[in-house]
């Protein structure tokens, strides 16, 4: 009889040739220019909770992503930062810039962006919004299970 053991993603990951330098510390900009079959790649064929498009995720996946709209890249950053809230606090300081002004765009946005090149840049509301769902997150019996566990 053969012993059971439970495999963690790492290990399926490495075990299993699919992704052994994603296991690994990889920078953001590494793991976006890795083709694989990912979160990243599937996330651009999602049209909403029961229908993809299997154009953009080939696409994606051979390289050809479209440019993001404005509202989605808020949703990624968003995502990001509870993230980093939840799993990895350490991240935090230094890394968001938080945009005080209204629309994202001309010189004052500009300078903003060159000022704060790398880092997460993300507007007041969108960050208070994370910051308010992070403790309810905790409070879920399976998320907190799941974060004893880190």
């Known amino acids: 009889m ?8 790492t290990d399926v990951l ?3 040739g ?3 330098s994603i296991a690994k510390q990889m920078s953001r900009e590494q793991y976006g220019g ?6 990243s790649t599937l996330v651009e064929g999602l049209v909403d909770a029961k ?5 953009a995720i080939r696409d994606t996946y051979e390289g050809h992503r479209p440019p993001v709209k404005q509202a989605l890249q808020d ?3 968003r995502g990001t930062l509870a993230h980093w809230i939840l799993l990895e606090p350490e991240k935090i300081a230094g890394a968001i810039a938080v945009w005080e002004g209204g629309r994202r765009a001309g010189h004052v946005w500009d300078e903003f962006e060159a000022a704060n090149e790398g880092k997460l840049i993300m507007k007041r509301a ?4 994370v910051q308010d769902a992070c403790p309810a997150f905790k409070s879920i019996n399976a998320v907190r299970s799941v974060l004893s566990q880190q």
């Open 18 to 20: 699919i992704a052994p």
């Open 126 to 129: 969108d960050v208070v919004d």
């Open 75 to 77: 949703s990624f950053d």
């Open 34 to 39: 890795h083709r694989r079959m990912n979160a």
């Open 51 to 55: 229908e993809i498009d299997p154009t």
């Open 2 to 9: 053969t012993e059971h053991r439970t495999r963690t993603i």
């Open 14 to 16: 490495i075990d299993d």
